[in-house]
Structures are given as C-alpha cells and as structure tokens.
C-alpha cells in the first residue's frame, strides 16, 4: 500500500525557516518525481515544487522560486521542502505527492499545516 | 501562465442525477487535464488523467471528456458518497488548478 506521511509543519514567524519531511512507502521511491503542493484555508490547490527521480532537476513556481528549495533522499525514501523567508501568503496545508509517470499525482499524503503569523 | 476556470463553483443535485462539471482553459491545453475529487478534511484523490482515463479503482459513473481548452467531469448517477470538491488540473505548461465545483445534494 501507497504511503505519504507529511512532517515538519507548525506556526512560524515571517521571515523565519521551515523544514518538510515526507516518507514514502510501497512504492519504488527512487523511480518516481516527486512534488510538493499546497492549498490555502479554504482556497484551491497550488503547485509549490517538482523534483525528478535522482534528484538532479528541480522546479518552482514564480511564488516560491528562490525561497523554497525541495529535495530527497532515495536511500531513506524521503522528500523534503525548506522554505526559507516564509510569508503570511505561504499560510496552507502543504502535500507532498507522488507522480503516476504521467504528470498526474496519483498518491497524496495526508498534508501538514504551515502558519505564518506573528 | 495557463488560467483554469471552473463552473458552475457549486452544484446541488439529488442522488441518481446526472451531474455534468465543465473546465475552461485560457489556452489550447491538448488534453493534459486531471480531475480530483476532495472530500471534506481530505487529500485529493485522482479520478481521470489524460482528460479521459479513469484512475484505478474509481467506479463508472465518473467520466471525462473534452479537447481544446474545454473539459467535463460527468457522473452519470450521483451518489452521495460523491458529495466533494473538484479540481481540474492542466499539465500542458507547467501545473495549475482550477478554484474548484462544490458538489452538494439538494
């Protein structure tokens, strides 16, 4: 069975750092991308980051480019997502998800909040 | 940026209706649509990729179509275990997310 578990989140002032965790289960970790994705209270879903197989090739949108930074680990089937000079528009529950090879995320962890306020 | 409209952003139906959701994209999108379905404290769960394959393990009554920048999610017999929101999401250019239909029983 397919598992995501999210880590990591929690309350934190603007300007501060934040560090997400997920670990994979019942998959073959190192064979698929791998994303983060985030969703405001009671908003829509947002594409926060990208990460191919090996780790070499990483991808953000304009919102994030620059301050978050995702990576993983193949040896401990974990994905991760530093985001650094959080804003209070960062404020959402982040997803991490895994790619069915299709550009479709066919797996999603449970999500984990993230609050920035001071 | 590719912009994702959906409509109508809430839907009431009654149980065995046939429930059609529609998503506009602002450009040529050539079929790179997903749809997802989420249930209230939820994740998202994959319902169609590719604007018209079923994810595994999703029952028949969820069907997809379309072309161009114009998309539908159809359930041919609401149940109320349907009672969710629903994403489309383009992969044309990058990845974006329509704002969502809330599909409520009337």
């Known amino acids: 069975e397919v598992q995501l578990v999210e880590t990591g989140g929690g309350l934190v002032q603007p300007g501060r750092s934040l560090k997400l965790s997920c670990v994979a289960s019942?998959?073959?970790?190192?064979?698929?991308?791998m994303y983060w994705i985030r969703q405001a209270p009671g908003k829509g879903l947002e594409w926060v980051s990208s990460i191919n197989t090996d780790g070499g090739s990483t991808y953000y949108p304009d919102s994030v480019k620059g301050r978050f930074t995702i990576s993983r680990d193949n040896a401990e089937n974990t994905v991760y997502l530093q985001m650094n000079s959080l804003r209070s528009e960062d404020t959402a529950t982040y997803y991490c998800a895994k790619d069915n090879n299709n550009y479709d995320f066919d797996y999603w962890g449970q999500g984990v909040m993230v609050t920035v306020s001071s | 940026d590719i912009q994702m409209t959906q409509s109508p952003s809430l839907l009431s139906a009654s149980v065995g209706d046939r429930v059609t959701l529609s998503c506009k994209a602002s450009?040529?999108?050539?079929?790179?649509l997903n749809w997802y379905q989420q249930k209230l404290g939820e994740a998202p769960k994959l319902l169609i990729y590719y604007t018209n394959s079923l994810q595994t393990g999703i029952p028949s009554r969820f069907s997809g179509s379309g072309s161009g920048t114009d998309y539908t999610l159809t359930i041919s017999s609401l149940q109320p275990e349907d009672v969710a929101t629903y994403f489309c999401q383009q992969y044309n250019s990058w990845y974006t997310f329509g704002a969502g239909t809330k599909l409520e029983l009337k």
């Open positions: 019942g998959f073959t970790f190192s064979s698929y991308w």
């Open positions: 450009q040529n999108i050539y079929k790179y």
